[in-house]
């Protein structure tokens, strides 16, 4: 691999509706296997998959660079956070279990916690590889198989986690992957033989996969899109505050589903924060996403990046003042020349009714707003379609509680923002989706309960 900004990396056939069948069936073939195995068992092949992961760090978050041109130094964040969660759920395998109740007269009932069977995986291009282990380790663990869709544009680093189930011990085709777009999901999820459906992506997408579930009565987990608020009170620790809002609005270039993109400021420290948070924002240092120093790689294409400047453009017309960057990037580096890099954006003088306000750009953009109370601020955060996130910077623990508890978020943050730990939920509310990933939350969406009644004396009939 090398970096080759603006150059075709790779070409993949689209998997049609006989590959997609031929996956399905060979993922169905090995879960009759898996699933019959031990917890234990199960957990020993995932940790074994864990430890090439962590052993094989460098070389896979190389590939996740080139995959999706976000930096190095994030890539091997990403590949930690995987190799973990997929250590966490080994250990969780061999603790699931039901419940035995006792009933009148020696009778007892217990509740058995099964696999569904055949899951199904999409993907997004932000986190190609952890997205892929934040789905398949607790699908895995609780005896299910999986087929995978990656997105289109970064369908290299999974095609890699694939060969190493394979490597650790899984039965063949437990794991599968299929490469394409919308064609290929549509044929994944009106399969009959697909028991459960966990999308990561848009709002709009997801909308049709639920649509395309519900004729065959299909659970669906949904991760979607967000609008997120950052809430900075006056009396917070101010450093730790700009800290906060790079990493809600800056990671992977901005394009992360929980970023913290309207920033609300209490108008009392409104011109000291922004002037603190321009600054810092002007010292990332943006290029070559496989230098040790870049902390800013490029836009995943083209026409992402046409659109991301499209929002700021009509945001300058809606009023907005951009206060630093927004505009193209070209490195010194000419075989750079061609990528889609650009300066991280901040906009002064928004307005809540601003369509870089009220909708996900997807990109560098931090738009701030201020606010003078809190009753104030938690009504407008909430005034959104979106709830996948939340954050507030405070010292004062009881309003950070209080805020937060009124926030109609899935995930929120006090005094830090983007922290993701595996042993937590994570999952939105209304048009952000429903369902949770990581925790133990997760075994929930990948398994079903089976209740048997068990009589010991005689059946008692009415007839």
């Not at 660079?65 to 994030?74: L, Q, V």
């Not at 190799?83 to 039901?98: I, K, M, P």
């Amino acid at each position: 691999f090398k970096t080759c900004p603006g150059r075709v990396l790779c070409k993949l056939p689209c998997s049609g509706e006989k590959e997609v069948d031929l996956a399905v069936q060979s993922a169905k073939a090995a879960f009759k296997i898996w699933s019959q195995m031990s917890g234990m068992e199960r957990c020993r092949v995932m940790l074994e998959a864990a430890r090439i992961i962590r052993e094989q760090r460098e070389e896979i978050a190389t590939m996740e660079t080139i995959n999706n041109g976000k930096s190095i130094f994030e890539a091997r964040v990403d590949i930690d956070i995987s190799w973990q969660c997929l250590e966490y759920y080994a250990g969780l395998a061999g603790s699931l279990a039901g419940e035995h109740i006792q009933l009148p007269g020696g009778s007892f009932g217990y509740t058995r916690r099964e696999p569904l069977g055949v899951c199904v995986g999409i993907g997004a291009w932000n986190y190609p590889f952890q997205i892929a282990c934040w789905k398949s380790g607790p699908a895995l663990a609780c005896g299910n198989a999986m087929v995978f869709k990656p997105s289109p544009f970064t369908p290299i680093s999974v095609v890699r986690l694939a060969e190493i189930f394979t490597e650790a011990g899984v039965p063949k085709g437990l794991f599968n992957v299929v490469q394409g777009g919308a064609a290929t999901g549509q044929f994944l999820c009106q399969h009959p033989d697909v028991a459960k459906i966990s999308f990561t992506g848009s709002v709009p997408t997801g909308m049709k996969i639920m649509e395309m579930a519900a004729k065959g009565i299909k659970p669906v987990t949904l991760e979607l899109g967000g609008k997120s608020p950052l809430i900075i009170f006056s009396d917070s620790d101010l450093d730790n505050a700009v800290k906060g809002a790079l990493m809600a609005n800056f990671l992977t270039q901005g394009e992360v589903c929980c970023n913290g993109t309207r920033v609300f400021v209490e108008r009392k420290i409104l011109d000291t924060f922004t002037k603190e948070v321009v600054k810092c924002t002007q010292k990332i240092k943006i290029g070559d996403p496989l230098l040790e120093d870049t902390r800013m790689g490029a836009l995943i294409n083209r026409p992402h990046l046409n659109r991301v400047q499209g929002f700021i453009k009509q945001a300058k017309e809606q009023g907005a003042q951009v206060l630093c960057g927004g505009d193209l990037y070209v490195p010194d580096d000419p075989k750079l020349k061609n990528g889609y890099y650009m300066r991280p954006c901040v906009l002064g003088n928004c307005k809540d009714d601003m369509v870089c306000v009220k909708e996900e750009i997807f990109g560098p953009v931090m738009a701030i707003l201020p606010f003078d109370t809190e009753e104030e601020v938690v009504e407008r955060a909430n005034a959104t379609k979106f709830g996948l996130a939340g954050g507030v910077f405070t010292r004062d623990i009881q309003k950070a509680h209080r805020v937060v508890a009124a926030l109609k978020a899935g995930m929120c943050f006090i005094n830090n923002y983007n922290v993701s730990p595996v042993e937590l939920p994570f999952g939105g509310y209304k048009s952000s989706g429903f369902g949770r990933e990581n925790g133990r939350a997760a075994i929930e969406y990948y398994s079903q309960l089976k209740t048997v009644c068990v009589e010991m004396g005689d059946v008692e009939s009415v007839f």
